[in-house]
């Protein structure tokens, strides 16, 4: 065997330099090291085994890191979570992560790229305390792939998940025609801060959202006033926020206020909260509608044969204010900061009489008529109850309940910014660090 004994190779000329024919084998022996100089290129046209795809780089510690292809990465994520840009990808490019510190499952690994990530565009985290796990970019259609992973619990690459709270409103109830009860607040469900939900009830659960799950979001109208005596006002349609992966939050439509005569003698309907009893005219008492527990509680009854006032329609804080002669008030609606600012909504809507009485509205709930005033519908986008109408008024229609409201809120550096329907979006919100998504419309966000 012959020896060549240099210190470096040049190419004779040009910058080729060609090693070997078709069908040789060039060996580098166990134990030598074969260098290639900076800003050289080594092109591999035949067959290469016995070298290592990966070249480890030093423990990584900030919470930043562009990644390079044919590389190892050590990540630190005790002081911080770190977010791992991948590169425009080439067919086998190979790239391989370990959890250093065994940190991962405290402060995470966000993977994000211009190309697909297991088919998705979506980021995708790594989330497995003492994880390791090697993926490669297989095409465009399908991005990066895991081929391998140890120490971990599957999936070994998942979209990322996180909290969302959430206050979700239905649309509120139409009052009732002549000495009508006030309409009933939407049913009010909510989960933000330990604050209540309707109806007495307490403060949900957050919901945890899946990246790359489309979460759709229902706002429901608000009930129109009657304009007869023959229907109460029409019950307000139902609010929902709605995924695979979650237990559906739905509020129910608030019940329609009664007239002094229909239906089932002047007994308001059932909703998320109730409607108001129209007025006891003829009859010793008439009943306010029943709320839907932890949305929202009942309307208010009336009483006294003769009288002429209707009922409050119930709130999501209270029961709507009895009625004799006067029109009785609507129930209290509640407040949430959910937004930052604290705003109240979801209250009942006035009853109407035939007097200069009327009940008002609270919380977003339009007022009652009475001799001097028409009924008011409530205000849109509170699920407040409307008005119930004048008694021997011009005009003794009910009035319109308020649509619906669906809140949601999340922290900054999980806000997708993938929506539909044109939400109203507010990011560090109050300097908190969360962004607030306020769905006066229907539409969808996307984790």
């Known amino acids: 065997m012959s020896k060549i004994e240099v210190d470096k190779i040049d190419p004779y000329s040009g910058t080729a330099l060609e090693i070997g024919s078709s069908g040789d084998t060039a060996t580098i022996p166990s134990g030598a090291t074969l260098t290639i100089a900076s800003g050289a290129t080594l092109t591999n046209s035949g067959t290469a085994t016995g070298f290592a795809a990966i070249a480890w780089q030093a423990v990584v510690t900030g919470s930043t890191l562009t990644a390079v292809a044919a590389r190892g990465y050590p990540i630190n994520t005790t002081s911080n979570a770190c977010t791992v840009t991948l590169p425009a990808g080439s067919v086998g490019d190979t790239i391989e992560f370990v959890d250093y510190a065994g ?16 088919g998705s565009d979506v980021d995708h985290v790594l989330i497995r305390e003492r994880q390791g796990i090697k993926i490669v970019y297989i095409d465009a259609t399908q991005g990066w792939e895991v081929v391998a992973g140890v120490n971990e619990t599957p999936p070994a690459l998942a979209p990322p998940s996180y909290s969302v709270d959430f206050l979700v409103i239905a649309g509120g109830a139409g009052g009732g025609y002549r ?9 009010y469900r909510n989960s933000y801060g330990s604050e209540a939900s309707g109806g007495g009830g307490s403060s949900e659960s957050s919901l945890t959202f899946n990246g790359g799950t489309v979460y759709t979001i229902t706002i429901g109208g608000g009930g129109a006033g009657s304009a007869s005596e023959d229907p109460p006002g029409t019950n307000g349609v139902n609010s929902s926020l709605t995924g695979s992966d979650i237990t559906d939050i739905t509020s129910t439509g608030g019940g329609g206020g009664a007239s ?8 308001g309907s059932v909703g998320g909260s109730g409607g108001g009893a129209g007025s006891a005219y003829d009859k010793a008492s008439r009943s306010g ?3 839907t527990s932890n949305q929202g509680y009942a309307g208010g009854n009336a009483t006294g044969t003769g009288n002429t006032g209707a009922s409050g329609g119930g709130g999501a804080g209270s029961v709507g204010a009895n009625s004799s002669t006067a029109g009785g008030n609507g129930g209290s609606g509640l407040a949430s900061s959910i937004t930052t600012a604290s705003v109240s909504r979801a209250g009942g809507g006035g009853g109407g009489t035939q007097l200069n009485s009327n009940g008002t509205g609270t919380s977003g709930g339009g007022n009652g008529g009475d001799t001097d005033t028409t009924a008011t519908a409530a205000t849109v986008n509170t699920g407040g109850g409307g008005g119930g109408g004048a008694g021997d008024h011009s005009d003794e229609d009910g009035a319109l309940g308020g649509s619906g409201v669906v809140i949601l809120r999340m922290a900054d550096g999980d806000y997708s910014g993938t929506t539909t329907g044109s939400p109203t979006v507010a990011t560090d919100a109050g300097s908190s660090g969360d962004t607030v998504l306020t769905f006066n419309g229907s539409g969808s966000y996307t984790a």
């Open 179 to 187: 000495r009508a009860g006030g309409g009933g607040a939407g049913g």
């Open 260 to 267: 002094a005569y229909y239906p089932t003698e002047g007994a």
């Open 103 to 118: 940190t991962w499952d405290t402060n995470k690994v966000t993977l994000t790229t211009t190309e697909k990530i297991k």
């Open 289 to 291: 509608g029943a709320g």
